[in-house]
């Protein structure tokens, strides 16, 4: 595969892609290249569907960030349609895992949605005070109650 990862980043070169996506190209090629072989998959038969499937969960397992494993998905999908335009692959192989990847398509960025309140912010405040109180003592009027804030 390596002589075949070769051609590939030579072709984009050609096409006068940025060194900066050559780069990345070229990393994302080599972790699915060790990945397979971690697993003692044959490079010439990586690009089948189970071996895809498997990577794309390791990726969501090592770096959850959406639109990281998108960016990785998509490199293997260009360099999945050039094998296919050289004759190497006889089909997509991603076509039967469309679903996997509109699932992670559809999903939308989370954000924190756990709140702390304020009464337990300030009885943090309190015991950890309470606990540095042999340094700097803080007068107890300089910290508000919950009660206060309503």
């Known amino acids: 595969m390596n002589q075949w990862v070769k ?3 030579t072709h ?12 990345t190209y070229r990393t994302v090629l080599a972790e699915f290249s ?6 003692k998959i044959d490079l010439e038969k990586a690009f ?11 990726l969501q397992i090592k770096n959850p960030a959406r639109n ?13 349609a050039y094998l296919m335009r050289q004759g190497c692959l006889d089909k997509n192989p991603f076509s039967p895992i469309s679903s996997i990847i509109s699932n992670i398509l559809s999903k939308k960025p989370s954000i924190l ?7 337990c912010c300030f009885s ?8 540095n109180s042999s340094r700097v003592p803080i007068p107890p009027g300089d910290i ?4 206060e804030l309503s």
């Open 12 to 23: 984009l070169a050609n096409k006068n892609f940025s060194a900066q996506t050559l780069r």
């Open 48 to 58: 089948v569907p189970a071996n895809l499937r498997a990577f794309i969960a390791y």
């Open 144 to 147: 508000m109650n919950a009660s």
């Open 113 to 119: 949605k756990t709140m702390i309140s304020l009464s």
């Open 124 to 131: 943090f405040l309190r015991v950890m005070i309470s606990k």
């Open 7 to 9: 051609a590939f980043l």
């Open 34 to 39: 060790t990945f397979c072989q971690v697993r």
């Open 68 to 80: 990281t494993v998108l960016r990785k998905i998509a490199t293997l999908r260009s360099f999945a």
